[in-house]
């Protein structure tokens, strides 16, 4: 059994930084992407960023491109969000998650609140 446990969520100032964590647990995930979600109040879950299993391809969404940066560690079972100039509409619970090659996302973590203040 796969556990994808979060952590760095926290509360800061518009303008601001956090860095987010995702360890897994239970098996390798070194030939998995790993991913990173998130779910504002009222508002439904939507992708924010993913890295390949090497670690040397990222994608974003637009509304974060440029400000996050995604990363993982050789090993390939730690991945951490890097999220700088925050916006109030960052403001969400963030998710990890875990995806086989070619296959959709079938881990997640439990998340990690993010509130960023104006």
């Known amino acids: 059994q796969v556990q994808l446990v979060e952590s760095g969520g926290g509360l800061v100032q518009a303008g601001g930084s956090l860095r987010l964590s995702c360890a897994a647990s239970g098996r390798t995930l070194s030939r998995y992407v790993m991913g990173w979600f998130r779910q504002a109040p009222g508002k439904e879950r939507e992708f924010v960023g993913a890295?390949?299993?090497?670690?040397?391809?990222?994608y974003y969404a637009d509304s974060v491109k440029g400000r996050f940066t995604i990363s993982r560690d050789i090993a390939g079972n730690t991945v951490s969000l890097q999220m700088n100039s925050l916006k109030p509409e960052d403001t969400a619970v963030y998710y990890c998650t875990a995806a086989p090659l070619g296959g959709k996302y079938e881990y997640w973590g439990q998340g990690t609140q993010v509130i960023v203040s104006s």
């Open positions: 890295v390949n299993w090497s670690g040397g391809r990222t």
